[in-house]
């Protein structure tokens, strides 16, 4: 008999999350899939083209049902608009858990920001005595205090009361990493075997060249150091943006920063560079489709990663790394922890530790001096390492085997 997923994630094609994918693998290994998840409107916060707060509410994804429920927009993306976004749609979605058609043999969500995301989840699995899994993307409430600064003690309490118990109502948890494994064992009293360790992949249009003429007429003649995600504070680009400034008057004159995303912290980045006024040091070049990504891989010189300086950060690893690695460049990694070991043992990059500015410039000016040949190699390193721990089809098999074990 054809076994059943309910997906519960807020954040759904056609916003760009690896859950598209992961839905899309599902459906082609057998798997009927249905999708309850919010209306478009990340990161920006303005619903995309063919969405509005009127819906629409049912749609279909590569063969799986596509259930959406409302929120409230991040618009504008403050502090209190990202608070209303992180606390509407689970409040909506538990209410529109009725719509959905049943039979699922169990439940998977993909709980980036914020932890309430899997609350909906919980409810339905507990309600029809179904087996919940909780992916562990952004562990909280500590990711919570990397984008809010959240000081009042009371609020702390209660951010750290719920997630606690939302992660111990899970009958199994997912994390990236065995730190991650680790702290949420602790904090749950679950056994390892009920926290599987399952990195997240990149899907397989990562790993091959995509020439552009027209990038490349573009940034062609400048060492690109390319990075692509959104730009949240999480990722201290701030003190990366000040390395770059510095590396180019250190001698590195062609650096060039190459920011393709958007974010929350855009326009700041923006205020910060008219700033630092050197103008050739960083493009801003905003959002893509996924699968346009690698044409400004196959463009970078080096592939930048980088995050802020907090113990939560520190035990993930962005799936980013996945993608850069896939395309077989150098990675520049700023950053502490199992993130900053994978790309140490990789033999494919040069870490700094995590918002270390002069570390991260040394970096960049070593890079910058290396001969093509150094800098193949080390991308050569990158990509074998992909090839071993990052490979789509086998972490694929792992998560349908662990969500699905006992059906």
């Not at 916003?15 to 899309?24: G, H, L, Q």
């Not at 083209?49 to 590569?62: A, H, L, R």
């Not at 309490?157 to 994390?175: E, M, N």
């Not at 201290?236 to 062609?254: E, H, I, N, Q, Y």
């Amino acid at each position: 008999m054809q076994k059943r997923i309910l997906v519960v994630t807020q954040h759904f094609w056609p916003e760009n999350f690896r859950i598209n994918d992961m839905v899309e693998g599902f459906v082609r290994d057998g798997v009927a899939v249905d999708v309850l998840c919010g209306l478009p409107n990340y990161p920006k916060g303005e619903w995309f083209d063919g969405y509005s707060e009127s819906g629409p509410w049912e749609e279909t994804y590569k063969g799986a049902g596509v259930y959406r429920a409302k929120e409230i927009p991040r618009k504008g993306n403050t502090g209190l608009r990202i608070f209303l976004n992180y606390v509407s749609w689970p409040w909506y979605a538990a209410k529109e858990l009725h719509r959905l058609p049943g039979g699922y043999d169990a439940v998977f969500c993909f709980n980036t920001s914020p932890v309430l995301m899997c609350w909906p989840a919980l409810r339905y699995a507990k309600k029809h005595k179904i087996p919940f899994t909780n992916y562990v993307l952004d562990i909280w409430p500590e990711n919570l205090y990397s984008v809010l600064p959240v000081k009042n003690r009371f609020m702390r309490w209660v951010a750290q009361t719920v997630s606690d118990s939302l992660y111990k109502r899970a009958d199994r948890l997912i994390a990236m990493s065995v730190p991650l494994q680790t702290r949420l064992c602790e904090r749950t009293g679950k056994p390892a075997s009920a926290v599987a360790v399952i990195p997240q992949y990149c899907e397989d249009f990562y790993a091959v060249p995509q020439k552009d003429d027209a990038l490349q007429q573009r940034f062609g003649g400048r060492f690109n150091l390319v990075f692509t995600g959104t730009l949240t504070p999480a990722q201290s680009l701030d003190k990366v943006l000040r390395a770059v400034v510095k590396a180019r008057a250190a001698g590195a004159k062609t650096l060039h920063l190459l920011l393709v995303g958007d974010g929350m912290s855009r326009e700041g980045l923006q205020t910060l560079a008219a700033e630092l006024n050197d103008p050739d040091a960083v493009t801003f070049y905003g959002s893509v489709p996924a699968q346009q990504v690698p044409a400004f891989t196959s463009l970078a010189d080096a592939l930048l990663i980088s995050l802020a300086d907090t113990p939560d950060l520190g035990m993930t690893i962005p799936g980013k790394l996945a993608s850069y690695m896939a395309a077989g460049k150098p990675v520049v990694a700023a950053m502490n922890g199992a993130g900053a070991e994978a790309v140490q043992q990789s033999g494919g990059g040069l870490v700094s530790a995590a918002c270390d500015e002069d570390a991260l410039t040394q970096n960049l000016l070593a890079l910058y001096a290396m001969s093509a040949p150094q800098r193949g190699e080390m991308g050569q390193n990158a990509k074998e390492y992909y090839e071993k721990h990052y490979r789509r089809a086998e972490l694929l098999r792992r998560l349908e085997t662990f969500i699905l074990q006992g059906n």
